[in-house]
């Protein structure tokens, strides 16, 4: 894509975790989390990011932030390559990149109020450095998130599941972030109270003019919030596309698999529509197929799948795919 308005580009990344567990204590092989992948994400965008459990797209997210380091590749913020800088130099650029976790309760340290919680990044990146300052800049946090100021002195076991995410959105929020990674922000959530939390991720990025990396399984979650969508397989990038295009056209046959498996609400649709099934199981990252890593899945696959990698091509304007048949 073109380097016009882009924020956060991933170039080639590889994560690599060497297994342990052998004979005497020797290592049993390397899982290959995430394989090769590559995309950009324009200034004040949502990219969603969905694959299967295992895909390697949670090992992505933390290889952005830096929480891994990865085996190779580069994550480009703004042109400065993060993986080439020492923890002292990263210090800055992570209040410019902030994440939303997955688990709104594990995420919460227990031992600290909702309050204490918020205020701790203001204090540790020195940008409100009065305490009474502080704890007025949490107050107009916790109202921006949909919170009431009283919240500040509650502990996270007394809020509910809804609460605990905001308290992370806003905790996320305090630092003036450019690009926050949404690593699965609503799946623990009841639906009712995951429209909320989507609803306010969108409020605050037309508000902030935030950039996000959405990480989901759930494709109609991706499709509300997303502009452009990137599906991963076994560690690779199979498919990017804009919204549309992707939903409406797919061109990789593991896309078309996976908005087969969507269920539809109209029970005359849901019955004429296409079928795609997929057979056997996702293959082992310890040890992943030759060629493409989807072909002893696909219903389509040729011998030239079993042997050779396919590249990912743009193959129509904005759409990219890794299929050798596409």
Sequence with gaps: MPDDGVILEVRDLVKHFVVGGGLF???????RAVDGVSFAIRRGETLGLVGESGCGKTTTGRCILQLERPTSGQVLFEGQ????????????????????????????NPRMTVGQIIAEPLAVHGIVREAPARRQRVRDLLRRVGLLPQHADRYPHEMS???RQRVGVARALALEPAVIVCDEPVSALDVSIQAQIINLLEDLQAEYGLTYLFIAHDLAVVRHISDRVAVMYLGKVAEIADRKSLYDDPLHPYTRALLAAVPIPDPHLEAQRERV?????????????????????????VERCRSEVPPLRELRPGHWAACHLA
Excluded: K
Aim: glycine share 12%; proline share 14%; charged share 20%.
């Design 25 to 31: 204590g020797g290592p049993r092989g390397v899982v």
């Design 81 to 108: 390559d993060l993986t080439r800088l020492d923890d002292a130099a990263l210090r800055p650029i992570r209040r410019r990149i902030q994440v939303i976790f997955q688990d709104p309760y594990s995420s919460l």
């Design 161 to 163: 599941g809804g609460q």
């Design 277 to 301: 099934v997929l057979r056997g199981e996702v293959p082992s990252p310890l040890n992943p197929p030759p060629g493409c890593v989807f072909h002893t899945r696909c219903p389509i696959a």
